[in-house]
C-alpha cells in the first residue's frame, strides 16, 4: 500500500458534531490516529498533549486525533480531554493512511514501561471516580498501533510516523521540532 504524499480536501466531523477541515487553509494539522476509546496508554500520550497545547498552538498547529471507536463510545471515556475527536469505527481512516493493527503493539518491550504506567493511571482514576474503567474487549479490538502525520495547508503530508508497538507516537517535542517555522513564529 503507498502512503499519501497529500491529502485531498475533506470535513471530518468530531464527537460533539464540531466539522474539522482536513487539510486546514489557515493552519497545519497534527492527525494522529490512537486505539480504542479508553486505552490508557493512548489517554497518558494525550494528556502530553493537552498539558502543552499552548505551545502547539503557538506553532500553528491543531491537534486532530482519530480514535478506532464509535462517538458513543469516545465520549465516556473523552469528557476532559479538549481536542478535536474523531470516531472511525469501520476505520475507514485508518485503512487510507494505512494505520495497523498488530500483536506487536503489546508484545513490543518496548512499550511495556507505559503500558503499566498508563493501566496504573486508569485504575487510580477509575478508583477517584474520574473516568470509567477501560473496556476489557474494547471495539475495534486492542492490537491499534498509532500513527502521525503532519499535514500542510495545501495538504502535503510534511512528515509521517507510523508506530511499531503501543507507545510509538511523536512526543510534542518531536511535533514542534516538524513545524516549520514561519512568520506568525518569528
Given at each position: 500500500?503507498?502512503?499519501?504524499?497529500?491529502?485531498?480536501?475533506?470535513?471530518?466531523?468530531?464527537?460533539?458534531?464540531?466539522?474539522?477541515?482536513?487539510?486546514?487553509?489557515?493552519?497545519?494539522?497534527?492527525?494522529?490516529?490512537?486505539?480504542?476509546?479508553?486505552?490508557?496508554?493512548?489517554?497518558?500520550?494525550?494528556?502530553?498533549?493537552?498539558?502543552?497545547?499552548?505551545?502547539?498552538?503557538?506553532?500553528?498547529?491543531?491537534?486532530?486525533?482519530?480514535?478506532?471507536?464509535?462517538?458513543?463510545e469516545?465520549?465516556?471515556?473523552?469528557?476532559?480531554?479538549?481536542?478535536?475527536?474523531?470516531?472511525?469505527?469501520?476505520?475507514?481512516?485508518?485503512?487510507?493512511?494505512?494505520?495497523?493493527?498488530?500483536?506487536?503493539?503489546?508484545?513490543?518491550?518496548?512499550?511495556?514501561?507505559?503500558?503499566?504506567?498508563?493501566?496504573?493511571?486508569?485504575?487510580?482514576?477509575?478508583?477517584?471516580?474520574k473516568?470509567?474503567?477501560?473496556?476489557?474487549?474494547?471495539?475495534?479490538?486492542?492490537?491499534?498501533?498509532?500513527?502521525?502525520?503532519?499535514?500542510?495547508?495545501?495538504?502535503?503530508?510534511?512528515?509521517?510516523?507510523?508506530?511499531?508497538?503501543?507507545?510509538?507516537?511523536?512526543?510534542?517535542?518531536?511535533?514542534?521540532?516538524?513545524?516549520?517555522?514561519?512568520?506568525h513564529?518569528?
Open positions: 500500500m503507498s502512503l499519501p504524499t497529500s491529502v485531498s480536501p475533506r470535513v471530518l466531523t468530531t464527537i460533539s458534531d464540531t466539522p474539522v477541515p482536513i487539510p486546514d487553509p489557515d493552519r497545519l494539522i497534527h492527525l494522529q490516529f490512537r486505539r480504542f476509546a479508553g486505552c490508557p496508554v493512548c489517554n497518558l500520550h494525550l494528556r502530553s498533549i493537552v498539558a502543552r497545547r499552548a505551545e502547539i498552538a503557538a506553532a500553528n498547529i491543531h491537534e486532530v486525533v482519530v480514535f478506532h471507536s464509535s462517538a458513543a469516545l465520549r465516556k471515556y473523552t469528557e476532559n480531554i479538549p481536542l478535536d475527536l474523531i470516531a472511525d469505527p469501520t476505520r475507514e481512516l485508518y485503512r487510507e493512511f494505512g494505520v495497523e493493527s498488530s500483536p506487536r503493539a503489546l508484545l513490543d518491550p518496548r512499550g511495556w514501561p507505559t503500558i503499566l504506567r498508563g493501566v496504573a493511571h486508569a485504575a487510580l482514576s477509575t478508583l477517584r471516580k473516568q470509567p474503567a477501560p473496556p476489557t474487549k474494547p471495539e475495534g479490538g486492542n492490537l491499534g498501533l498509532p500513527a502521525d502525520f503532519l499535514i500542510a495547508p495545501d495538504g502535503r503530508v510534511l512528515a509521517a510516523k507510523h508506530g511499531v508497538h503501543v507507545d510509538d507516537q511523536w512526543s510534542v517535542d518531536e511535533l514542534l521540532a516538524l513545524a516549520p517555522v514561519s512568520e513564529r518569528r
